[in-house]
């Protein structure tokens, strides 16, 4: 053969090779386009750099947290020079909130760690001098009532420094740091509620199972029965009306199934006035303007929530920021004194959101941050609402996420019971949600019966069903999700966090066969032990726990049965177990102790004990861990079957 044939039949098998390699990178790229790129898992769960902004009561300063590192610390910026002061030194992520308290000083608590996670109190100015401890080194705890100094020198605190099971108020010096006890607590007060301008004219106490609205129009006078209501009604002070010092404005559902805003007398105890109400809706939340003293909107949740104004100056204010922001939920975070100028937190299913300082009187608005920078909109999955009707015929609600460009057929699951109770799931973005259907699961999450929002009737539902119908609302969502053809029935998973975390392993023994493995992550394993860990300072509320948990002297056959820790005989599918050795909520030994009896009845398990808890200053590290221990569990045990 003649070189130049010789070469010109090389060049054609290499231009052959080159253009099988060019169509298999662009099939893989079509491909990965079209299932979506595997996200890296520290992707989705990056600790905020910059976040919880704060304006100042003059709306002249802009404080926020900003993380370098493992070194988190509070800043203030001078919103009229723009000029940025790092106001604390520290070498750890340690601070867990923070707020004003006048137009110079701010108070934030740090951490001290341990596994009570009991925090000390500062105060600093704005300037980063005059640090002062507000608290002491003992195990007491404390909380400020009102986020705004009296007479320029004095919070009103609650601290239970006196007696561990009870919080007394007391009235603290900033400047000297002395206490005086303002409202001494007889035992069974569980509430103090202060007007807005921080003086102590409400109360909460209780029975253990009934509670009572305790009320006062001067700190001169002594508390007096205003109202009483079993712990399953619901009656949530919003604000005490300022020129009306006898009127509460309250979330009530006393003689109503359905949350709704009221004007309730404390004089007489009685509702004078509804200020919304909907049979169909359920209010969970409302915002008083301190400036204009009147209510500018309620909140109320179905499958997402909705603003309900009784204000037009609110309806207005949200109204511009629909439009600088559109195509998002829009909450404000923060204001000024005057209501002026707003800190304004956005996201929505598919997008953790970013914060904007909005200057409503130029309406004018800056982007902040983002929440979560390393997350891509058209890389998220859309969070669906769904319903069904359980066994005994009561509808139950959740939501439905399915996994990027994939048919909703036939897919592997995983269900997602929520941490509670008395909690429930809403729509919004969920970086475990989104994590667990970018690696290709359809997500399934249930608000079960006992879930808040639905209604008295439907929370009630689930008092005494930890082991029973709470269990069966969510085999009957899975068995739902089978009839539709969107389940393969021999590949789906159940895991949760908290009590989540024990639906998941109470379901995979009271519903044998229905899950291919399953996990918990710092879930209750033993009823009895849950009970007993009950601290001090939560005592007056123990008959309360009995009627929704059950109780540990009267009801010892149905605690085990519910509890499982002592069914380890009938786990047969594979278990993925997370825990800290500072939790307080499960008892480590009793949780190290049922994973060595399900190995030695050959289950499968797979443990993984974390240093820290993810809310913990460590938490991004652990929650890498955590979810990335969770793939490995998931990918091996729902692989194709």
């Not at 986020?147 to 420094?161: A, G, H």
């Not at 029975?207 to 029965?225: A, C, I, M, Q």
Request: net charge positive.
């Amino acid at each position: 053969m003649d070189r130049p044939r010789y070469v010109f039949l090389y060049a054609m098998i290499l231009n052959k090779r080159y253009l099988l390699l060019v169509l298999i990178v662009l099939f893989a790229a079509c491909k990965e386009k079209e299932q979506g790129r595997i996200i890296p898992v520290a992707d989705f769960f990056k600790s905020q750099d910059k976040g919880f902004y704060a304006i100042s009561p003059d709306g002249k300063k802009l404080s926020y947290l900003k993380t370098d590192g493992k070194r988190q610390n509070l800043y203030v910026e001078d919103l009229t020079s723009g000029k940025s002061l790092q106001i604390t030194q520290f070498d750890e992520k340690n601070i867990n909130y923070y707020s004003w308290v006048s137009n110079d000083e701010l108070i934030y608590y740090k951490e001290k760690g341990g596994a009570e996670r009991l925090s000390d109190i500062f105060i600093i100015n704005k300037n980063g001098g005059e640090e002062r401890k507000l608290s002491d080194n003992g195990k007491s705890r404390m909380h400020v009532l009102k986020d705004e100094l009296i007479d320029d020198k004095f919070l009103l605190v609650s601290s239970n420094k006196r007696d561990s099971t009870v919080f007394d108020v007391y009235r603290l010096n900033v400047r000297d740091g002395r206490m005086d006890m303002a409202a001494k607590n007889p035992g069974n007060i569980t509430d103090w509620i202060t007007d807005s301008r921080g003086k102590l004219r409400l109360a909460t106490s209780s029975d253990g199972v009934n509670e009572t609205l305790l009320y006062r129009d001067t700190e001169s006078k002594v508390f007096k029965s205003v109202i009483t209501n079993n712990f399953k009604t619901t009656l949530k002070p919003i604000a005490i009306s300022d020129d009306r010092p006898n009127i509460v404005y309250a979330i009530s559902n006393v003689n109503r199934d359905k949350n709704a805003l009221v004007e309730l007398d404390c004089v007489t105890g009685k509702e004078l006035k509804i200020l919304f109400k909907d049979d169909t809706l359920n209010v969970i939340d409302a915002q008083y303007s301190e400036s204009k003293k009147r209510i500018s909107f309620v909140v109320c949740e179905t499958w997402k929530k909705e603003k309900y104004y009784l204000d037009s100056a609110a309806r207005q204010l949200y109204k511009k920021l629909d439009k600088l922001l559109p195509g998002t939920e829009s909450r404000v975070i923060s204001r000024d004194k005057a209501e002026s100028i707003f800190i304004v937190r956005t996201f929505t299913d598919k997008n953790p959101g970013s914060y904007y300082l909005y200057f409503a009187d130029k309406d004018i608005i800056r982007k902040l941050s983002d929440f979560n920078p390393y997350v891509k909109e058209v890389e998220m999955c859309k969070m669906r609402p769904v319903s069904y009707a359980a066994r005994d015929g009561l509808k139950i609600q959740g939501y439905l996420t399915l996994p990027l460009n994939k048919a909703p057929e036939n897919l592997p699951v995983v269900v997602l019971p929520h941490n509670g109770p008395g909690l429930r799931n809403s729509w919004g973005y969920n970086a475990e949600v989104q994590f667990l259907a970018n690696r290709g699961y359809a997500v399934f999450q249930v608000n079960y019966r006992g879930s808040a929002g639905y209604g008295k009737s439907f929370t009630a539902a689930g008092f005494g069903q930890w082991g029973g119908k709470i269990g069966n609302d969510i085999a009957d969502g899975v068995k739902w999700l089978i009839a539709e053809k969107i389940a393969n029935p021999r590949r789906i998973a159940i895991y949760g966090t908290g009590f989540g975390g024990y639906i998941a392993l109470n379901s995979l023994y009271s519903s044998p066969g229905m899950f291919a493995c399953g996990g918990s992550n710092s879930g209750v394993i033993n009823l009895f032990s849950y009970l007993k860990a009950i601290p001090p300072f939560l005592k007056t509320n123990l008959q309360m726990y009995y009627e929704i948990i059950g109780n540990p002297v009267t009801e010892v056959d149905y605690m085990r049965q519910a509890s499982p820790v002592f069914h380890a005989d009938k786990f047969k599918a594979p278990v993925f177990i997370a825990q800290s050795q500072k939790d307080v909520v499960s008892n480590s030994a009793e949780v190290i102790q049922f994973v060595k009896e399900l190995q030695k009845r050959n289950v499968k398990v797979t443990y993984l004990e974390k240093e820290y808890n993810e809310s913990s200053t460590h938490g991004e590290e652990v929650r890498q861990e955590l979810y990335a221990g969770l793939e490995q569990f998931l990918s091996a045990n729902l692989s194709k079957k």
